[in-house]
């Protein structure tokens, strides 16, 4: 690749045809512009135009770029058009994001080379921006795209998002609600579960004892559920019937409490094939909480674990303004 600096005077079809623009001079003439005999009267406006010539075998940078995206867009994954020599990688669809962070960290390594992406394990809408590729110079040897294609192959797909399943989802209260709370939570029940696509059965109030808890989850095995959330069962309370009844049910208790705030009172449990999820209150499906990051999770694959609950602890902090991105609900 050679470097050149041409004064108005050496602005000839000659000396521009062919080479790229390495610096923006305006409308029509942005950095990475290939050159031809139409750009010589513009140029010859300026007191220098600085292009380079490239070699037998380098890469443009809208092409670099286009490559680039394709190599760790995966399943779920479209790649946009080049603007501005940086391509978009987008959703496809609605689901759950997951990033190969090392992968990405190897193709970063590379000269010249930016991919850029959300963090794993967010839950996206279709057509939102999950990553951007790029390359720094208006071109690079080709020997770098396809080091990095080479790359990016070995741990396909580097991206990927998963899309929701339509779980099949019981909810149990057994919080006493006033008509307004009763309202108030129903609404948000019906957005966060609607946003997944979930087959939400039925919504049971059931009072706080043995028998119609008990009841509750025999029904959560005849409707052949896949998700039960429960609202109102004392995360400290050994005793409490949403856990004593589990066991009877044939189910388990998997985990009580969850290394998140807020929603650290947030339990998990498993009764046959189906997940089980517990708040404290009611109050807690009405805000954004640690349930918030286990849903994407659930409803992407089905199931959750302990290990899904421990690894909240890394980005726990989940309070207004503390940097972690939930799920886009629509509003209200």
Known sequence: MRVLRLRPDQ???????????????????????????EHVEPLRAFSEVHLVELDEGDVHEDEAARRLGAAVAGPGTRVEDPVQS???????????????????????????????????????????????????????????????????GAARPVLRVDPFRPLRTLVVVTERLKPRAREMFAQAVTTKLGWYGADLLAVREVARDGDAVLAAYREAGELH?????????????????????????????????????????????????????GVASCAG???????????????????????????????????????????PYPAG
């Open 11 to 37: 602005v000839t079809a000659a000396a521009v045809s062919g080479r790229v623009l390495t610096h923006d001079l305006g409308h029509g003439l942005r950095k990475g512009t290939v050159l031809g005999p």
């Open 86 to 152: 940086q391509v978009r990688v987008v959703a496809d669809r609605r689901g759950l994001l997951r990033v190969d962070r090392e992968a990405v960290d190897r193709l970063n390594y590379l000269p010249a080379v930016g991919v850029f992406t959300l963090v794993d394990g967010q839950a996206v809408e279709a057509g939102e921006e999950v990553a951007g590729a790029k390359v720094t110079p208006v071109a690079v040897p080709g020997f770098v795209v396809r080091e990095a294609e080479l790359a990016a």
């Open 225 to 277: 559920s896949e998700l039960v959330l429960f609202a109102g069962a004392s995360s400290i309370d050994p005793l409490d019937a949403a856990y004593a009844e589990l066991a009877v049910a044939g189910g388990e208790l998997v985990r009580q409490g969850a290394p998140a705030h807020p929603g650290s009172m947030l339990w998990l449990g498993r009764l046959g094939p189906a997940v089980v999820l």
């Open 285 to 327: 499906f009405g805000r954004n909480t640690s349930l918030d990051l286990v849903l994407p999770f659930v409803f992407a694959y089905g199931h959750a674990g302990a290990l899904d609950f421990a690894r909240l602890g890394y980005g726990g902090l989940i309070e207004e303004g503390a940097g972690r991105r939930f799920p």
